[in-house]
C-alpha cells in the first residue's frame, strides 16, 4: 500500500509540474539581439523597494536578530556572484562582466520580494515544499539607452537547499538559468 501511494505521489507531482507556468516569462520586447551576439552586459542589483517575506528589510532583520542583521549583505554578494557564474556558464553568447564601461548592455534585476522558505518542511516534505522564492522584474537596456528593449517577469523562481544562504544563492542560480534558457530560445 506504501508503494502504491508513493507511487500516485510522484506521478501527481510530476503531472503538476507539467502544468505549472514558468517561474520567468518575457513580458515585453525580444532578447533576440542577444542570442546571436557575443556581448558584454552589466548586472546591476536593485533592492530599493525589496521585501523580505513581505516584510520592510530592515524591520525583518531586525526580528530575525544580529546575526541575520550581520551577514545580510555578504549573503547577498555571494548570490549575486552565484548568478554572475552561473550565467557565464550557461551561455557562449552573452557573458556577464564586473566592468560597466566595457559592457554593451545592462541588465537591471528588480528584486521586490524574497521569501526564505523553510529548511524543515523541506527535509520533512521535499518534493519543492520548503523552497526560497523570488519575484522580480530584469529590464534590458542598450548602452547608454533609457528604455528597455525587454522585460521579464520574476515570479517565483525558487532554490533548495539546508540554511538560508544557500537557498538564496540557489535561487539566483536557478534565476541564472532560466534568463539564459530565455535569451537561448529568442525569435
Known sequence: MKRVVLLLSFVVCCVMSLF??????????????????????????????????????KTFLKEKGKEWERDYKAELERAEANFMER???KTKSVTITDKKSEADYTIVIEVKDFHYGSTGVSVMIGFGAG???MSGLINFYEK??????????????????????????????ELAEQVVKLIKKAK
Open 20 to 57: 505549472a507556468k514558468s517561474d520567468v516569462t518575457l513580458k515585453s520586447g525580444s532578447l533576440s539581439k542577444l542570442k546571436t551576439s557575443k556581448a558584454k552586459v552589466y548586472v546591476v542589483w536593485d533592492y530599493s523597494h525589496a521585501t523580505l517575506e513581505g516584510q520592510d528589510v
Open 87 to 89: 550565467f557565464n556558464d
Open 131 to 133: 523552497d526560497a522564492h
Open 144 to 173: 547608454n539607452v533609457k528604455q528597455p528593449f525587454a522585460v521579464i517577469d520574476v515570479d517565483g523562481v525558487a532554490g533548495a537547499g539546508f540554511g538560508n544562504e544557500k537557498r538564496r544563492i540557489e535561487t539566483y542560480r
